[in-house]
């Protein structure tokens, strides 16, 4: 039974998309081809989230992930090799409504840590995950809370910037 | 390597909080440029249009010759793809996780589907 699954085709990778709304928010989109339910259980069952949240390709790996995902819980995630190589995040769960809504805060950078919230939201079988980084200044968005969570804040103008390379370049 | 490429991406994105420079770099990307044109069409003093060409050379941005006595500018259109594709790296990031994510709920899913006939036999 499993083996005949195995031969049918992969379904088509859907779309992954990053926005920076504001100075101080960022936003990454994607919709997987499931009800909320199983996203959910997914994004907070500590066995199965260490499994898709550090690819292989970030050359790190997860040694350590706690996760009380409950409102008022805490979560711990410890990533590298080795202890020099060690880097840790954590925070706590602001808000967990089941199967459509997650919020936590991320302490590991002190007052300038982003709160994320993500959304699931359910329709025709398919659910729409919405993640949401919104940091407490423009300042903390620009530097960041991670090795790649942050945007600089000039972004804006070299995003106007290329499409007016671009538009030049049309109009010759 | 990351902090590298944050410290030359600070004087990319310092380089381009300038209205002239920005000005230069879109004049620039329509066609390659003398200073001496560059500092007429932006109503400078050709000290002034070096120093902001200077600071666009440093970030990589623009590329300066020499030819005889004329100094010509054109786009470091690499630096500019680099930004780019920072900005792609993060959403890669996103999707690859996200790849990973799409097995694991497809499993999910199955043993659902599974579950769901042993409660019917």
């Known amino acids: ?172 | 390597m990351v902090q590298y490429e944050r410290t030359r991406l600070d004087a990319s994105f310092a380089a381009l909080s300038d209205t002239t420079r920005r000005g230069v770099l879109e004049q620039l990307g329509r066609a390659d440029a003398s200073i001496t044109q560059l500092a007429e069409k932006f109503d400078m003093t050709l000290t002034g249009m070096k120093k902001h060409v200077g600071v666009l050379e440093l970030a990589g941005l623009v590329t300066t010759e020499k030819v005889g006595r004329v100094r010509t500018c054109k786009l470091g259109p690499r630096r500019l793809d680099e930004e780019t594709a920072w900005i792609e790296r993060y959403r890669q990031l996103w999707a690859s996780r996200f790849d990973e994510l799409d097995k694991i709920v497809e499993e999910l899913k199955q043993k659902e589907i599974v579950n769901g006939r042993k409660k019917r036999d």
């Open chain 1, 1 to 172: 039974m499993d083996a005949r699954r195995e031969t049918e085709p992969a379904p088509t990778k859907n779309r992954t998309t990053t926005e920076r709304k504001s100075d101080r928010e960022l936003v990454v989109k994607r919709t997987f081809n499931a009800p909320a339910r199983i996203v959910f259980e997914a994004w907070t069952k500590p066995e199965l989230f260490k499994r898709w949240w550090v690819p292989k390709s970030m050359g790190v790996s997860l040694h350590s992930c706690e996760l009380d995902v409950r409102t008022g819980g805490k979560y711990r995630l410890v990533f590298g090799n080795d202890a020099s190589t060690q880097m840790e995040f954590f925070g706590r769960y602001i808000e967990v409504t089941p199967h459509s809504r997650i919020v936590w805060t991320n302490d590991e950078g002190g007052e300038g840590g982003a709160v994320t919230t993500v959304t699931f939201e359910e329709k025709g079988g398919q659910t729409l995950l919405v993640i949401h980084d919104f940091y407490p200044s423009k300042k903390a968005a620009d530097e960041g809370s991670g090795s790649l969570d942050g945007m600089p804040e000039t972004l804006e103008q070299l995003d106007e910037l290329l499409v007016s390379l671009n538009a030049g370049v049309g109009r010759t």
